[in-house]
Structures are given as C-alpha cells and as structure tokens.
C-alpha cells in the first residue's frame, strides 16, 4: 500500500466545503448519511450565556425552527 486511504467517513458541511475544491486525488463521494449528528455550541466555562442558550436551542428544537435552518443551510449536501 502506498499509505493512501480508501475512504473517509467525516460531516457532510465539511466533506461538502472540500469538494468544491477538487484534487488530484480527490474521489466522488458516497451520498447517504449513516447517522444524524447534531452540532454543539461551546462556551467557556461558567458562561452567563449557557442557560439561555441551552433553553433557545430546546425552544427552537421544539418548534421546528431548528428543522427548517437545517434544510435551508445543510438539506443540500444529503441531495446528490
């Protein structure tokens, strides 16, 4: 083996940030997403922003606000 890789598993924003960036050893990606992951927000430590933003994200999960700014901003990367 050459010390290549013959496959790459990551997040689709990023995959898809990449390969708009095409190499020569780029190769076509694999649609479909094996799981769901959501996003963090980090803050530092003791932050007086931490419950107000624990509870916009609950609020904005529960209302489908959430749903709606991920199809708008990442729907794309999962359609070919």
Request: aromatic share 8%.
């Amino acid at each position: 083996m050459g010390g290549g890789a013959d496959a790459v598993v990551f997040d689709a924003p990023s995959c898809k940030s990449t390969s708009s960036s095409p190499s020569e050893h780029q190769r076509d990606p694999v649609d479909g997403t094996i799981t769901r992951e959501n996003y963090g927000i980090a803050l530092p430590i003791g932050s007086a922003l931490r419950k107000k933003t624990n509870e916009t994200l609950l609020d904005i999960t529960a209302d489908g606000t959430y749903d709606e700014l991920y199809s708008k901003y990442f729907e794309d990367v999962h359609s070919g």
